[in-house]
Structures are given as C-alpha cells and as structure tokens.
Antibody, heavy 116, light 112 residues
Framework: QVQLVQSGTEVKKPGASVNLSCKAS????????MHWVRQAPGQGLEWMGM????????SYSQKFQGRVTMTRDTSTTTVYMELSSLRSEDTAVYYC?????????WGQGTLVTVSS | DLVMTQTPLVSPVTLGQPASISCRSS???????????LSWLHQRPGQPPRLLIY???KRFSGVPDRFSGSGAGTDFTLKISRVEAEDVGVYYC?????????FGQGTKVEIK
C-alpha cells in the first residue's frame, strides 16, 4: 500500500533553515510527482511546490521562490524540502503529497515551529 | 491568479440530512489536455486531508457513495446525501492548473 512517512517535529529560530524528508513506499517512486503543502495553525491549505522524481524537475509557488528547494534521492525513495530564512509565519504543518492526477496520498505531516 | 471560492464557510447539518458545498473558480479550470482536475478533500481535526473526489465527479477508492461531485466550467458542488457523524470536519476543493495548484478556503461541516 502507498505510504508517505515524514520526518519529525522541528523547532527553529528565525532566519534558520529547515530540511524535511518524506519517504515513499508501496508504488514506483519515479512515476508520480510529489508536492509539498503547508497548513498554518487554524488555517487552510497552501501549495508550496512539486518535484518529479524521475528527472528531478521542480516547480515552486512564486510565494516561495528563492526560499524553497525540493530534492529527491531515488536510492532511498525519499523527497526533501528545504525552506530557508524562516520567519514566525512559517510555523505550520508541512505535508508531502503524491500526485496521481489528484492528491491521493498524504504524509502524516511535520510540525515546524519558528520561534525565538 | 486563479481563486477558488467556497460557500458556505460553515455548514451546520443534521445527521441523516443532505449537505452541499459549492466551489467557484475565478476562471476556467479546463486543463490543456481537456480534463478538469477539480478535487474535493476532507480533513478531520489533527489529521491530514484525504481525497474524496477527483476530476470533478470520480470517487476515490474507499469513499462512501453518499459523497458525490458535480459541475462544469467554473461552478462545482460536493454533495453528501445523508450526513453521518464521521463526516464532520473541513472540506476543501482544489484544482490543478499547471504550473500551480490552488485550494479553496475550506468549509467547516458541523453537526447541529
């Protein structure tokens, strides 16, 4: 069965970077785009960007251009999302999501707290 | 930029009664391949969202048939034929119009 398992809770200071991971299993890793979506406390869902594991191509939301980098490791079927220059507004739960013409499988989410 | 507007934002419903959520896009969402990648997600508190409906009206695997999606152009609807207690939470519409993916603001369904 498809599973996306994300790394654990992070606490960061403003200005720092965070690197989250998402390990995929149960399907052919290189066949599907993987997206990152975040949700601030009590707020809605926000698309951040995507990566295509087959060729490592990426596309990022304009909002995060220059601050976000998505990568993948095909040997471990893991995707990574690094967000830099963190500020308090980046406090959120971050989800990786498989794209199969819809966001069909979601990771459990990683809480990132940005606080001085 | 594409904007997805959901109504209502809060929907008090009675168990066993129907419920309906509307999602309107600010422009056509027809993809270059001719399909419309409009989905509906359901999120319970403390859990990640889960896919209910994709491509406007297709139910995802394991989704009860009391959920249905419809619409075309810029107007889309999610209907629950008979609300059950487990249906509470927030419902989001979302659309893929490469190179961006856009969510509605969410509709909270609660039991009266």
């Amino acid at each position: 069965q498809v599973q996306l398992v994300q790394s654990g809770t992070e606490v960061k200071k403003p200005g720092a970077s965070v690197n989250l991971s998402c390990k995929a299993s149960g399907y052919t890793f290189t066949s599907n785009y993987m997206h990152w979506v975040r949700q601030a406390p009590g707020q809605g869902l926000e698309w951040m960007g995507m990566i295509y594991p087959r060729d490592d191509s990426t596309s990022y939301s304009q909002k995060f251009q220059g601050r976000v980098t998505m990568t993948r490791d095909t040997s471990t079927t893991t995707v990574y999302m690094e967000l830099s220059s963190l500020r308090s507004e980046d406090t959120a739960v971050y989800y990786c999501v498989r794209d199969n013409w819809a966001f069909d499988y979601w990771g459990q989410g990683t809480l990132v707290t940005v606080s001085s | 930029d594409l904007v997805m507007t959901q109504t209502p934002l809060v929907s008090p419903v009675t168990l066993g009664q129907p419920a309906s959520i509307s999602c309107r896009s600010s422009q056509s969402i027809v993809h270059s391949d001719g399909n419309s990648y409009l989905s509906w997600l359901h999120q319970r508190p403390g859990q990640p969202p889960r896919l209910l409906i994709y491509m406007i009206s297709k139910r995802f695997s394991g989704v009860p048939d009391r959920f249905s999606g419809s619409g075309a152009g810029t107007d889309f609807t999610l209907k629950i034929s008979r609300v059950e207690a487990e249906d509470v939470g927030v419902y989001y519409c979302m659309v893929a119009t490469q190179p961006t993916w856009t969510f509605g603001q969410g509709t909270k369904v609660e039991i009266k």
